[in-house]
């Protein structure tokens, strides 16, 4: 139950508060020392409630948006972008926040450093939906941020969408894409031939336009067997470029860590890395590579009761 006041100030006066998860309803608001928050964690909230608290905390520099609600009667009215200065920011969806754009079009971040986007294992009411990210582009335009560390994870995002947005991001070092386990079998949506080529440096042309992905120096993937493991390898051996001097000519730093999960069927008769031991020479020699494997479980996966949202939907 709510309580019976309407707002709550108990925890006004607290001058060490610094990080904080909040869960805001309609029915009540609770008042922080919002301007001291460096670390704020929004979760299992309305998009607008938690809008409103995304623009309260005016000195956050790591912001997290949890499982919040983008449903049509959630969203806001009024779309004007607001500026703030989050250094890092966390987008975890679910079915209830199925539309991750709509939280590009309310913010400009010109700090921003770090974007981590992720999804859950499998969606109950879109097992194979796939997520847009049109607005992303846009917003770091708006923004003119300079996005260092990038990561998809659990989100069924194209190629297509992954391409055009790393293209607008000249100073990624890291980068991060894990395919789902569950929806997609076999399939990989993200990491597909057509990514793996765009990533691979051609070590022949030089000076003809800026190298994609130039300052790329972590890598981190999972995937679902089968895979182009021939094209990995080459994508990983053209960025292992320990030669200093050729990395300047090329004007390509080289790839320092790669992290590689391969998920498989667990039917599958042998283990799927053959063809990658290429990669651990490249180890040898001073790549720090992982190499996990994992077999996915023929069960379905356990679903989570989610926030009850109905009383907030009747007319």
């Not at 209830?96 to 999804?119: D, H, I, K, M």
């Not at 789902?180 to 031939?193: F, L, P, S």
Request: charged letters at 25%.
């Amino acid at each position: 139950m709510p309580p019976l006041s309407r707002k709550l100030d108990i925890f006004y006066d607290a001058p060490q508060l610094r990080v904080l998860k909040y869960q805001h309803w309609r029915e009540y608001t609770i008042e922080f020392p919002w301007t001291q928050i460096t670390n704020f964690t929004s979760q299992y909230s309305w998009c607008s409630l938690a809008l409103e608290d995304l623009c309260r905390v005016t000195m956050a520099d790591k912001v997290t948006i949890h499982r919040c609600d983008t449903r049509r009667k959630a969203l806001p009215k009024i779309n004007t972008p607001t500026n703030m200065p989050f250094r890092s920011l966390s987008i975890d969806v679910d079915d209830f926040g199925y539309l991750l754009s709509q939280w590009f079009r309310w913010f400009t971040l010109p700090n921003l450093e770090v974007l981590q986007l992720s999804g859950v294992e499998f969606q109950e009411n879109h097992p194979n939906g796939r997520f847009t990210i049109e607005d992303l582009p846009s917003f770091i335009s708006r923004s003119s941020c300079t996005i260092r560390s990038l990561s998809f994870s659990r989100l069924a995002v194209s190629d297509k969408d992954v391409i055009i947005l790393l293209r607008s991001l000249p100073m990624l070092s890291e980068l991060t894409i894990h395919e789902r386990h569950y929806g997609d079998y076999g399939k990989n949506v993200a990491v597909t031939d057509t990514f793996l080529k765009c990533l691979t440096v051609d070590h022949k042309k030089r000076g003809i336009k800026q190298p994609f992905l130039s300052r790329l120096e972590a890598l981190d993937l999972r995937l679902h067997a089968p895979f182009a493991t021939e094209k990995l390898v080459h994508m990983i051996q053209s960025r292992w470029i320990p030669d200093q001097k050729h990395s300047d000519r090329l004007e390509v730093v080289s790839l320092l860590s790669f992290n590689l999960m391969v998920l498989y069927e667990q039917e599958a008769v042998d283990i799927p890395i053959a063809g990658l031991q290429m990669l651990d020479t490249l180890k040898a020699d001073g790549l720090e590579y992982n190499l996990t494997v994992e077999a996915l479980a023929d069960e379905e996966p356990i679903m989570y009761d989610e926030p009850d949202y109905s009383d907030d939907f009747s007319d």
